[in-house]
């Protein structure tokens, strides 16, 4: 890494810092520094005014969405939160069949045949949400519909 010696502005001293295109922060982050032309930076922030952003937010929202971290909005993590907990009612209810029917010897086939149907048109809902949550070519557009899309 190149070694670069500029004047400190509060001493006649050099100050030694090294060039890099990310700075360490002490928290683990990495500071990112970007430089736009005027006009980029005047469009930048008009967006960011209607969508009620920051730009450290919005970069952030950018950056993380474009290399293809999984986002999910309050919405969807509700939707999972849910599906998973009928999927979990529906395992409970089984069980305590399978335990009648171990004692009893016989199988309420139409409480069997209700948990089935429960459980296959939940498990639908769970592959289409994950789906859409784990679709990477959707998650790279445009950046301006990725910001939008954050605040919903």
Do not use: W
């Not at 032309?37 to 970069?59: C, I, K, Y």
């Amino acid at each position: 890494m190149a070694e670069d010696y500029s004047p400190n502005l509060f001493s006649d001293a050099p100050v030694r810092r090294r060039r890099s295109a990310a700075i360490v922060d002490p928290l683990g982050y990495k500071i990112v520094s970007v430089r736009l032309r005027l006009a980029e930076f005047e469009s930048f922030s008009e967006q960011l005014l209607t969508l009620g952003l920051t730009s450290n937010l919005a970069l952030r929202i950018a950056v993380r969405r474009i290399a293809g971290f999984l986002e999910i909005d309050a919405y969807t993590r509700q939707d999972l939160q849910e599906i998973t907990s009928s999927i979990g009612q529906i395992a409970d209810a089984l069980n305590d069949m399978s335990r009648i029917a171990s004692r009893d010897g016989r199988v309420d086939i139409e409480r069997f045949e209700s948990h089935r149907q429960q459980f296959g048109q939940e498990f639908a809902a769970l592959d289409a949400l994950l789906r859409t949550i784990l679709n990477v070519s959707r998650r790279r557009q445009d950046g301006r519909r990725l910001l939008q899309e954050s605040e919903r």
